[in-house]
């Protein structure tokens, strides 16, 4: 585990993803400095303090204790919905101390680099953009657990403006909560992202959409059964973080509908034609490389139990 | 539990699914009948005599022994891959009792109906065209279980030929499982599993065949999380059995991916106009619709652990 220590830390929006990074830092990583939670009600941030995420909480409603909250602070992490990023930055902008190091947790990083260049102007160095690929099906504070970044990918799109010392001191951070830390520019992150995540997400919105739209839809529902369930899984999740995912990655996630509708649409014509032999070599294909893929994951996984 | 007996059953390949519904009418109905295995080899159902599965095994090649095993024979179940339906029923046909009733456990229903016809003729009316949706990852003799079936849904397609007396034999059977029976015309079944089963195959390996396409395909997978994992689960099928069903279910399979095809189509329209509320509008309606599915599961299971 890498060593990790900090004096301060403000983190905006203290629910899974926020409240996750907390403890890591201090249960796993044993780090001793103050955390404080801002919510944009003392209301939201009031239940991660009863459960001990943070040492004190703070409403972005209070201006003064605001400004004392992003004192002398060694971190900003911005771990609310992307859409927030903007008039959040622009809120911290004018109280920022030079020392400071700001990031992020968003699942698009494109937009978030806009956003963090127009709010925080010639700051913006002080801005590494973050990405840690994680989650679960629950949220908020009570979802948080030290062990949600362990053996997963964090993704940083550091800036032509950032110092090397500023993007290492937020791998650093990320390193003591167990997780891998790549870096790659905001484009790859979105082009990468809408493939193997994005994408998923609205096939399977829309599988579900489809069935909806039949007229013997409840019949249909009836006799779905495991395939339908894993496929779907993702069908539950937040309809507004998708619709802002979709919309803030619109340009990637459109190059991929576009390539996966000529898939489909070449699947459609072997099936038509009866070409069993090409769509056995696809099927085998897909079957190999996520067999492969599954495997790899069962490696990390038997690596980290043997820690 | 409904009651169920029988003097003999004969089960042409005796692997996950015919070996599951041998269990299941031995230790959980308590039929004390006698079950001949049948393969293509004596050497494939060797190891579901090892297992007990079955009390004799018999093989194809043998053709003393097979038309022994089908002498007196109350039910004959064919639980083979759909492709062979039709060369097994031709086999079956000459040594076929007035008094034995056929079924069988195929995917697709349309197809299976039109090889019964035609290897059977007149003597239709026994066959009783059946699909149990049920299935576990592995497969083969070891998979299986007496409780496959527990809760299942099981599809009987009558044919007009059929008695009422027989088709009642075949649905008992099935209770005895554990399963629920359902009845509907071959059509009605292959519409609703090409909408909720063929479909999101073909789906989930058009995701992993576009990927595979990318000339970052590694550094894709390398990033792929929970999302991927569950949606191409099922993209590790079996590539020959997946290509048997594609082609067989083919008219209704187009049907519905030109159905997809279209919602795809308008989802990727309000995503490239950033119609932010029809996008919303869709998830909703989409994460209403399979938590309600899910919830309808759980209510299911629940009744189950109040037997």
């Known amino acids: 585990m ?9 983190i905006f929006g203290v629910g899974l993803i926020g409240g996750s990074l907390a403890r890591a830092l201090r249960e796993r990583a044993g780090a001793t400095g103050e955390v404080v939670g801002v919510g944009r009600s003392i209301k939201s941030v009031e239940r991660a303090l009863e459960l001990g995420l943070i040492d004190s909480a703070v409403s972005l409603e209070d201006d003064r204790a605001f400004e004392l909250a992003l004192r002398d602070a060694d971190f900003v992490l911005v771990a609310a919905p992307v859409a927030q990023t903007e008039p959040l930055l622009r809120r911290i902008a004018p109280f920022l101390d030079a020392r400071t190091i700001l990031t992020d947790v968003g699942s698009t990083k494109n937009d978030v680099v806009a956003a963090a260049r127009a709010a925080l102007g010639d700051r913006v160095g002080q801005f590494v953009p973050g990405h840690p690929i994680a989650g679960r099906e629950s949220s908020g504070p009570d979802a948080a657990i030290p062990d949600l970044y362990v053996d997963r990918n964090v993704v940083l799109c550091p ?64 006799f779905a ?83």
Not at 175 to 193: I, K, N
Not at 236 to 246: F, Q, Y
């Open 2 to 10: 890498a060593a990790f220590s900090f004096n301060k830390i403000v």
């Open 159 to 222: 800036l032509p403006e950032n110092s090397p010392e500023v993007v290492e001191r937020v791998a650093d951070m990320w390193l003591a909560t167990g997780a891998s830390v790549h870096r790659m520019t905001a484009e790859q992150h979105d082009s990468v992202l809408a493939s193997v995540s994005h994408l998923p997400h609205v096939l399977s919105f829309a599988l579900v959409e489809m069935i909806l739209q039949a007229p013997d839809a409840a019949l249909k529902f009836s």
């Open 225 to 307: 059964a495991g395939g339908f369930r894993d496929f779907t899984r993702i069908a539950a999740s937040s309809p507004e973080m998708w619709r802002d995912v979709c919309i803030a990655n619109r340009a990637a996630l459109l190059t991929e509908i576009d390539a996966y509708t000529n898939v489909l649409a070449r699947f459609r014509q072997a099936i038509e034609t009866s070409d069993g032999a090409a769509l056995e070599a696809a099927f085998e294909r897909s079957r190999t490389a996520r067999t492969e893929w599954q495997q790899g994951g069962a490696i990390k996984a038997a690596d980290e139990s043997a820690q």
